[in-house]
């Protein structure tokens, strides 16, 4: 069984640096790109970008690009996604997520003074 | 870009009565594999989504039969067709032809 889980709520001053892990397990890390998903609260889904733990790579919504920083490390089977100069509107439930069935249980990030 | 839009973003369905979501997506997500990257999730209040139906039609393990969808190119719908009070929540569209993207998502709740 594929299980993502993900590190526990955050709490950060506007200005700050926030990153989230997700740890995978259950299927070969480097198989699947890891994906991950902002829903500010009482919002939808909206995808911000992926890494292909394989080799690095990775890809961003033109939303995303810029503050956004996605990274994987294959010694641990861990995605990581960090945010930096982060704003109240980054305050939000952020999800990784594996194929399409497989997802994390969601990383709730509040951005207050 | 992809642009999804779901109608309607709300449903009040009475059990036992069929429900409807539609699913319209600006590009064709018809690839060149033939497959279809059209897929619909379930998100019940406080968890995280879970897929119902993925390249169009096909009911992810797990799924009741009640689901259901259809479509072809740009123009997709689920169906659910006796709804339970189990199956209230924001059902999303997602497109996966190219990276990915939702629709707005439709909150569906039980009368």
């Known amino acids: 069984e594929v299980q993502l889980v993900q590190s526990g709520a955050e709490v950060r001053k506007p200005g700050a640096t926030v990153k989230i892990s997700c740890k995978v397990s259950g299927h070969t890390f480097i198989d699947y790109y890891v994906h991950w998903v902002q829903q500010a609260p009482g919002k939808g889904l909206e995808w911000m970008g992926l890494v292909d733990p394989e080799d690095g790579k990775t890809i961003y919504a033109q939303k995303f690009q810029g503050r956004v920083t996605i990274t994987a490390d294959t010694s641990t089977d861990t995605a990581y996604m960090e945010v930096s100069s982060l704003r109240s509107e980054d305050t939000a439930v952020y999800y990784c997520?594996?194929?399409?069935?497989?997802w994390g249980q969601g990383t709730l990030v509040t951005v207050s003074s | 870009d992809f642009v999804m839009t779901q109608t309607p973003l709300s449903l009040s369905v009475t059990p036992g009565q069929p429900a409807s979501i539609s699913c319209k997506s600006s590009q064709s997500l018809l690839h060149s594999d033939g497959k279809t990257y059209l897929h619909w999730y379930l998100q019940k209040p406080g968890q995280s989504p879970q897929l119902l139906i993925y390249?169009?039609?096909k009911r992810f393990s797990g799924v009741p039969d009640r689901f259901s969808g259809s479509g072809s190119g740009t123009d997709f719908t689920l169906k659910l067709s006796r709804v339970e009070a189990e199956d209230v929540g924001i059902y999303y569209c997602m497109q996966s032809i190219q990276l990915r993207t939702f629709g707005q998502g439709t909150k569906v709740e039980i009368k």
């Open positions: 390249e169009v039609s």
């Open positions: 997520g594996t194929k399409l069935e497989s």
